[in-house]
């Protein structure tokens, strides 16, 4: 089992909050009847559902780094429903995308419900999303998603490229499909406030690696310093399952990178027509994804990478950072060289066909992850319903996940990762004109 790496430290989202102190890494040997592995949107919400129900059972959360500060600190901050580049543009995958955009709606909803409960502050807006291109050959593709949406009766609006510039303070884009549904967070906050919400019967270690997963009842969890004797484990380290001997022919980890500028000045918000926060999708599965947020700033990522080691040096985040430049800049050409704050990685996971891992792999021991780039919904849910089924408490929402497809079968390394590349290089030839 690989070792996990450290995050960098030069992540926008989480730099904004307090800093806080980690917990201890584990050490010693314990015994416990549950214990999470993997402290991000999906450990947090499955640590605090077996907690709330179970209030005299002691549960154990480790992280290999600081909780809350992988990737569910590290995304853009989508929350969506609606999705378009995940194959669904024909008749036959119609009713497929109903049930994913309802349970899409069911994630909005668990989270939308979490922090009203909580009293969570993460930048909640509900101002929607452009699926928007620059390039002439994906205004058809638009013009069928609009279509869809339609047929759907889901609220969508086509926007052509005048009202696209007056709203979104640049003339790039020459088409959009704009959708209701989701929202727009700051990703940490909510990382954040979950952390803070947990329960006293929940105990948490960070820094805290797994090195391997004897199965067995219990199960044996070793790390660098000691062991946990689990009778019940849950596994929700998402993109970092392959490292972990788990799914790795079923899913395959990506690395992003992402930048978020300074706020704007008055002038160069005036340059936009002081426009509101807004979230842009791109229309090619390549292309930049970009937003602004509440307090005038801008973050775009436009990378996708095949990366080992599944994270960035300072020196290779400084290049991608160039690119993120460039990308802004054809958008707002009047922004300066030095207009980035920050520059960050973070790991995504993905599957062939769009599946989801949710699943019991071994007598007591559960695994959740693979969200396919719209985790934020998926992965609070997924968590929350992955612990009712752990206390044999499946609900229906339990069941409609499972009724999902499941994770196709991938090919042996290295062909794996020498295929996606080349997956990745054709479309990014592809996505020029977006990025």
């Not at 967070?185 to 948490?204: H, S, T, W, Y």
């Not at 500028?261 to 918000?269: A, D, G, K, V």
């Amino acid at each position: 089992m690989n070792k996990f790496e450290t995050n960098d430290a030069t992540c926008g989202w989480i730099k904004s909050l307090s800093p806080r102190l980690a917990k201890p890494a584990f050490k010693g040997h314990r015994r416990t009847k549950w214990l999470i592995i993997g402290a991000g949107y999906s450990g947090l919400s499955a640590a605090l559902t077996l907690a709330e129900n179970n209030p005299n059972d002691h549960i154990l959360l480790v992280d290999a780094n600081k909780a809350g500060e992988g990737a569910s600190s590290r995304n853009s901050g989508y929350l969506v429903d609606s999705t378009l580049n995940d194959g669904h543009l024909s008749d036959t995958g119609l009713m497929a995308y109903r049930k994913k955009y309802e349970l899409n709606q069911q994630a909005v909803l668990c989270v939308k419900s979490l922090i009203e409960k909580y009293n969570i502050s993460c930048e909640w807006n509900e101002c929607g999303k452009f699926y928007a291109t620059a390039n002439p050959e994906y205004k058809d593709k638009l013009i069928k998603f609009h279509k869809l949406l339609d047929d759907l009766k889901i609220e969508n609006s086509l926007v052509e490229q005048q009202a696209l510039s007056e709203r979104l303070g640049t003339g790039f884009y020459q088409l959009a499909v704009k959708t209701q549904g989701g929202a727009m967070i700051q990703p940490a906050k909510l990382a954040r406030g979950m952390l803070e919400i947990l329960p006293d019967n929940v105990e948490l270690y960070e820094n805290s690696a797994v090195l391997s997963i004897v199965k067995g009842q219990p199960h044996k969890v070793q790390f660098s310093d000691g062991e946990i004797l689990a009778d019940k484990v849950i596994v929700a380290v998402n993109g970092f399952m392959p490292s972990m001997g788990i799914k790795k022919n079923r899913v395959f980890p990506l690395l992003l990178s992402a930048s978020l500028t300074r706020p704007l000045s008055i002038e160069e918000q005036q340059k936009m027509n002081h426009a509101q926060e807004w979230a842009v999708l791109s229309a090619n599965a390549m292309g930049a994804t970009i937003r602004t947020t509440h307090d005038k700033r801008i973050m775009i990522r436009n990378t996708v990478e095949v990366v080992s080691k599944l994270y960035f040096t300072a020196a290779e985040l400084a290049q991608r950072q160039k690119t993120h430049l460039k990308g802004l800049r054809k958008r707002f050409k009047f922004l300066p060289d030095d207009i980035f704050e920050s520059t960050w990685s973070g790991v995504t996971c993905i599957s062939a066909n769009n599946a989801n891992i949710f699943e019991e792999i071994d007598q007591n021991l559960w695994a959740i992850g693979c969200y396919n780039g719209g985790g934020i919904g998926l992965s609070v849910m997924f968590g929350q319903q992955i612990a009712h089924l752990a206390m044999d408490q499946p609900a229906s929402l339990t069941k409609k996940i499972t009724q999902r497809p499941q994770a196709k079968w991938l090919p042996p390394q290295p062909f794996l990762s020498l295929g996606i590349k080349a997956k990745l290089a054709k479309d990014k030839l592809g996505a020029t004109l977006d990025n």
